[in-house]
C-alpha cells in the first residue's frame, strides 16, 4: 500500500497490537490462548467520487485465542499522505473478505463500497452476510458512511437433524436505480432415505451448491430495492416469496400441506384479544388457545373449551426437528380454525390448526418483514367473503 506499510496500517487500526513470535511447530507446545495475530487481507485506493483526496480502504483479518471461531475482521478507511484513521468499523463476525467499490446507480457520483464477513455464532452453522456503505461529507470536510443495505448471502447448519441452508445474491436490477434480492433456503433432513427430490437447477439464477437442492423443502425470496439519488440510500419496494416441496417431508412444520389464500384478515369486533399474556378467546368466547413456555423445547399451544377442559394442544416448536418462535395467535372468525405466526431462519409463516383436531394446514409465507402481527388476530374466510 503506497504510503503505509502492513505494520502501520495494523498499528492504526489495532491500536497497541505488537506482532507475537511465529506459531510453535511443537503439536506438543501450549495453545495461543491470549494471543492476536493480524493480518492485512485485502487493500485498495480510491476517492470514492468526493474529489482530489485519496485513501487507502483495507480489510483486516485476525484471530485472538485458539478457538474454532475466536476471529476477528476490521475494516478501516486510512489518509495514507497524513497516517490516519479517517473511518474504522468492527463487525460482529469474521472472516472479510471480498473488499470492493461500486456505484449505487447509474450516473452515482459516489463510489460505495461493500465486503462479506461469516457472522455465525456456531461452531457448525455458518452466516455469511454482504454490507454496503456509501460515503457522506460532513461539515467541515470530514467524511462519513451510512450503512445502506445488510443479508445474508449464504449460510447452512444444523439444528438436531433438522438441515437449513441458504444461497443469496444482491444485484443491480433492470432499471436505473433498481437492485434485487434473491435468495434460495433449504429445510428438512436430506434425502437419505431413498427419495429423490427435484433436480437441483438454478431458478432466480442461484445455482447452489454442495447438494442443497437435496433438502426437502425450499423457500424461495425476491425482494425489490431502490435507490433513492437524493440521499443514497436503499429501501425495499417489495417482497415475494413461496415454498416449493422437493419432497415429501414429516418435519413440523413443514409435514403440514400449503394451502394459499383461504383467509383474509379483518378487524376483530368481538372479544377475541389475550385476557393476559398468554391467552386468547374466540370471537363468542366459546373456546380458548393458551401458550406456556415451559422451558426450552417445551413451548405449547393448548386449545380448551369455555370450562377450561383441554381439546387439543401443539407442542414442541424448538425441538430437534424444527427450531422457531411462535409471534402471535389468532382465530378464525366462525371460530372452525385457530391461527399461528411462527418465524424461523428469516422466515414468518401463517399455521393453521381446526379446531376438531384435523385439517391443518400452512396457509402461507408472509411478509418476513411485517411485524404487525400480535395475539388477537382474526381471519376471515375469503370464500365466505365472496358469498356476502
Known amino acids: 500500500m503506497p504510503g503505509l506499510s502492513e505494520?502501520?496500517?495494523l498499528g492504526l487500526l489495532l491500536p497497541g497490537y505488537v506482532e507475537p513470535p511465529p506459531r510453535s511447530e511443537d503439536p506438543n507446545g501450549e495453545p495461543e490462548w491470549n494471543?492476536?495475530?493480524?493480518?492485512?487481507?485485502?487493500?485498495?485506493?480510491t476517492d470514492f467520487g468526493l474529489g482530489k483526496d485519496r485513501f487507502a480502504l483495507v480489510l483486516v483479518n485476525g484471530t485472538t485465542g485458539a478457538c474454532t471461531q475466536c476471529g476477528f475482521t476490521v475494516v478501516g478507511i486510512l489518509d495514507p499522505g497524513r497516517h490516519r484513521v479517517v473511518w474504522r468499523l468492527k463487525p460482529e463476525g469474521y472472516s472479510g473478505h471480498q473488499l470492493e467499490t461500486l456505484s449505487l446507480f447509474e450516473g452515482d457520483s459516489r463510489l460505495s463500497f461493500t465486503f462479506r464477513y461469516d457472522a455465525g455464532a456456531h461452531?457448525?452453522?455458518?452466516?455469511l452476510r454482504q454490507v454496503i456503505y456509501r460515503p457522506r461529507r460532513l461539515k467541515g470536510g470530514a467524511i462519513d458512511f451510512d450503512l445502506v443495505w445488510s443479508d445474508l448471502i449464504s449460510s447452512g447448519g444444523a439444528n438436531g437433524v433438522m438441515w437449513h441452508s441458504r444461497c443469496a445474491s444482491m444485484v443491480r436490477g433492470q432499471a436505473r436505480t433498481d437492485w434485487l434480492y434473491r435468495r434460495r433456503s433449504f429445510f428438512g433432513a436430506w434425502l437419505?432415505?431413498?427419495?429423490?427430490?427435484?433436480?437441483?437447477?438454478a431458478?432466480?439464477?442461484?445455482?447452489?451448491?454442495?447438494g442443497e437442492g437435496e433438502q426437502?423443502?425450499?423457500?424461495?425470496?425476491?425482494?425489490?430495492w431502490t435507490v433513492q439519488p437524493a440521499t443514497g440510500l436503499l429501501a425495499r419496494a417489495s417482497v415475494r416469496s413461496e415454498r416449493i416441496d422437493r419432497a415429501p417431508s414429516a418435519r413440523f412444520p413443514f409435514s403440514l400441506p400449503i394451502r394459499s389464500n383461504a383467509w383474509a384478515r379483518v378487524d376483530p369486533k368481538g372479544p377475541a384479544v389475550a385476557e393476559h399474556k398468554?391467552?386468547?378467546?374466540?370471537?363468542?368466547?366459546?373456546?380458548?388457545?393458551?401458550q406456556s413456555h415451559q422451558s426450552y423445547g417445551k413451548d405449547e399451544v393448548a386449545l380448551l373449551d369455555r370450562t377450561g377442559d383441554g381439546i387439543r394442544s401443539l407442542k414442541d416448536w424448538h425441538s430437534e426437528f424444527f427450531e422457531g418462535s411462535i409471534e402471535a395467535?389468532?382465530?378464525?372468525?366462525?371460530?372452525s380454525r385457530f391461527f399461528v405466526v411462527v418465524v424461523f431462519e428469516g422466515e414468518r409463516a401463517l399455521l393453521s390448526f381446526s379446531v376438531e383436531g384435523s385439517n391443518d394446514y400452512w396457509e402461507e409465507l408472509l411478509d418476513p418483514y411485517d411485524t404487525s402481527w400480535h395475539d388477537g388476530f382474526v381471519m376471515r374466510s375469503t370464500r365466505a367473503a365472496r358469498q356476502q
Open 7 to 9: 505494520q502501520e496500517i
Open 329 to 335: 395467535l389468532g382465530w378464525a372468525e366462525d371460530e
Open 192 to 201: 437419505d432415505d431413498g427419495t429423490e427430490g427435484e433436480a437441483a437447477t
Open 203 to 210: 431458478p432466480l439464477g442461484l445455482p447452489c451448491k454442495d
Open 35 to 45: 494471543v492476536t495475530r493480524a493480518r492485512v487481507t485485502e487493500s485498495l485506493l
Open 216 to 224: 426437502r423443502v425450499e423457500i424461495r425470496r425476491v425482494e425489490r
Open 278 to 290: 398468554a391467552e386468547l378467546h374466540s370471537p363468542t368466547e366459546r373456546f380458548r388457545i393458551r
Open 123 to 127: 461452531e457448525h452453522n455458518s452466516y
